[in-house]
């Protein structure tokens, strides 16, 4: 199918100028270690089924995305196996028992090439779908996704992912300081804290859109099917 060059999804604060030849699906950081029963988040103490409940709504999306031949992104938060881009500041946050590169129950926590830094089964991207591998919580930081996006002339984000507060608000905060429109399904993203959950998307949409839009999948899917 091929949606309008304009297409509008509602939204709040107010509706969201889609337009889908210059708009791509950013799926933040849906990594096993953060999502799947018996890895790192859970080894912490959160709930993951905060976060599992985004799973369904994900696949919705990127199955329809992929049917309208949209283009799709992915990234995953995690750090090479010597950990050299591995600031201090960032290892012993939490003053945790386990750390950033230490052995966990999918591998080396938050590191490239193990287990639990990976994609979940369920969204695994496609060999055509680029991976962003990110040192940080914003996926611009120390990484080529803007040049990604500019070589393909994408001025739209859809953002997904978790967690609301951290790596996707980052997100949403670099790529409207670069010019990016960005438009957040509320059902899409989660935090292992409903408070946090709660407050990341207002400060998104507050003020007018500061950040940029929030709505449901389902405003988004009307529009694709």
């Known amino acids: 199918m091929n949606p309008d060059p304009t297409t509008t999804i509602e939204a709040e604060p107010y509706p969201f100028a889609f337009q889908p030849a210059a708009c791509a699906l950013l799926i933040i950081d849906m990594q096993r270690d953060f999502l799947e029963p018996g890895g790192f988040g859970e080894m912490l103490g959160n709930d993951v089924s905060q976060l599992r409940r985004t799973i369904g709504p994900n696949r919705r999306l990127l199955a329809a995305w992929r049917a309208a031949g949209l283009q799709v992104l992915h990234t995953r938060e995690g750090h090479r196996p010597d950990l050299t881009d591995l600031p201090p500041a960032k290892r012993v946050r939490g003053r945790a028992k386990s750390c950033i590169g230490d052995p966990g129950p999918m591998g080396r926590i938050l590191v490239r090439g193990e287990a639990g830094h990976d994609i979940i089964p369920e969204l695994y991207p496609l060999p055509t779908e680029p991976v962003i591998d990110k040192p940080g919580k914003g996926a611009f930081f120390a990484t080529d996704l803007h040049a990604i ?18 790596c996707v608000n980052t997100t949403v905060r670099e790529a409207n300081d670069r010019g990016y429109d960005c438009l957040v399904p509320a059902d899409c993203v989660g935090s292992y804290f409903p408070e946090f959950q709660e407050m990341g998307l207002k400060m998104i949409k507050a003020q007018g859109g500061i950040f940029g839009w929030v709505c449901d999948s389902a405003n988004v899917l009307a529009v694709l099917n």
């Open 149 to 166: 996006l500019q070589n393909r002339g994408i001025t739209q984000l859809i953002v997904t992912g978790v967690t609301t507060e951290v």
